[in-house]
């Protein structure tokens, strides 16, 4: 059974103009803030969050999101699956669940008298893992091959996983009972990790009214197409990238190699991603080609969970945060010529 032509449920969503979209910086901007605009009805009071989110899904990314239970991970990631008019799917990641409630299972059917292929929940377009550090390694493992080759193999045959695909996982902080640790390999495979934290005082108060009276995840409206983020996502490829930028993103890379803090630093494919989300940054921002800014900005939520330290460190945020920050002002910043003219989009 081949899934790659599965008819997705597209709700009601104005038609999509992908050639506009990969052309025009300024209209892939406003499809940017539309999108972040929308979920912050639902998720109040920070937007860099949602940012990062946005543009983890517009860079081809999957996302981790971190934090103690209460601040709104899952409400981020229903929201922004609500935002897109795609199928989307909910796990919940339990003790008990296996690697087939995932992936799907062979079912044998007895009128034909062979097995049918009965497609599992990572088959849609934005998969909303929930609390996925729950869940033992084995069935964590589940996950791999789908996020980075998007496909799943079952018995010895590959299903094609539908376009757009992201993961969005939430896990709760590893010292809370009953959590299992992400292993290297399935950390590596979340271009970002983010956290959401507390509100200040005077968006919460505003949440206690807003969601006192209403439920805005119920009401909420999709504002993009699947198409449109095909195309923000080939916008995002086509951006500019200088030479010096690049050398930029492997200096970063060597420096955490190098840092004496650092028991496990940025392997190419970390570097490889960094790029990624300074693009998606950079369609955000409206430009045609990446800046030391994109980079600096994306590297914490890129690079963190990556990274291991010496001794306790391990991958706490906190201390994380502080050696990356010393690596990222102890390495030169590129001098860009002004004006920066980039090639050509293809």
Same mark, same amino acid.
């Given at each position: 059974m081949d899934l790659t032509h599965v008819r997705l449920d597209v709700r009601g969503s104005p038609p999509a103009d992908g050639h506009r979209i990969l052309e025009d910086a300024s209209l892939a901007a406003d499809l940017f803030e539309r999108l972040v605009e929308n979920? &912050?009805?639902?998720?109040?009071? @920070? @937007?860099?969050?949602?940012? *990062?989110?946005?543009?983890? *899904? %517009?860079?081809?990314?999957?996302?981790?999101?971190?934090?103690?239970?209460? %601040?709104?991970?899952?409400?981020? /990631?229903?929201? *922004?699956?609500?935002? %897109?008019?795609?199928?989307?799917?909910?796990?919940?990641?339990?003790?008990?669940?296996? =690697?087939a409630d995932v992936t799907g299972v062979n079912v044998f059917d007895v009128a034909k008298a062979s097995f049918a292929f009965r497609p599992g929940p990572i088959f849609a377009n934005i998969v909303l893992g929930d609390e996925i550090n729950r869940t033992p390694p084995k069935t964590q493992s589940a996950l791999l091959e789908a996020m980075e080759e998007r496909q799943v193999t079952v018995d010895g045959t590959t299903y094609r996983l539908p376009d757009p695909f992201m993961v969005i996982a939430t896990q709760n902080p590893l010292e809370h009972e009953g959590t299992f640790p992400l292993p290297v390999s399935q950390l590596d495979r979340f271009l970002l990790r983010i956290q959401i934290g507390y509100?200040?005082?005077? %968006?919460? &108060?505003?949440?206690?009214?807003?969601?006192?009276?209403?439920?805005?995840?119920?009401? *909420?409206?999709?504002?993009?197409? =699947?198409?449109?983020?095909?195309?923000?996502?080939?916008?995002?490829? /086509?951006?500019?990238?200088?030479?010096?930028?690049?050398?930029?993103?492997?200096?970063?890379? @060597? &420096?955490?190699?190098a840092h004496p803090a650092v028991a496990l630093g940025m392997s190419p494919r970390a570097a490889l991603a960094l790029q990624r989300a300074a693009r998606a940054r950079a369609v955000l921002e409206g430009r045609d080609f990446v800046s030391p800014d994109d980079v600096?900005?994306?590297?914490?939520?890129?690079?963190?969970?990556?990274?291991?330290?010496?001794?306790? /460190?391990?991958?706490? =945020?906190?201390?994380?945060?502080?050696?990356?920050?010393?690596?990222?002002r102890q390495v030169p910043v590129p001098d860009l010529p002004a004006p920066q003219r980039p090639a050509p989009h293809r």
């Open positions: 979920i &912050a009805l639902v998720v109040q009071g @920070n @937007n860099e969050a949602i940012r *990062l989110a946005v543009a983890c *899904l %517009v860079a081809g990314g999957h996302l981790l999101v971190e934090d103690v239970p209460g %601040v709104g991970k899952t409400s981020l /990631g229903k929201a *922004l699956s609500a935002s %897109v008019s795609c199928q989307h799917r909910r796990i919940q990641f339990t003790s008990d669940l296996l =690697p509100p200040d005082a005077e %968006v919460e &108060a505003a949440m206690l009214e807003t969601h006192g009276v209403s439920e805005p995840l119920e009401v *909420l409206q999709p504002v993009a197409t =699947p198409e449109d983020v095909i195309a923000l996502a080939g916008r995002a490829r /086509g951006i500019h990238t200088s030479p010096l930028i690049q050398r930029y993103i492997v200096q970063i890379a @060597n &420096a955490t190699r600096k900005a994306m590297a914490p939520s890129v690079i963190g969970h990556r990274l291991e330290l010496r001794a306790a /460190g391990g991958r706490s =945020p906190g201390p994380l945060a502080a050696v990356l920050g010393e690596i990222l």
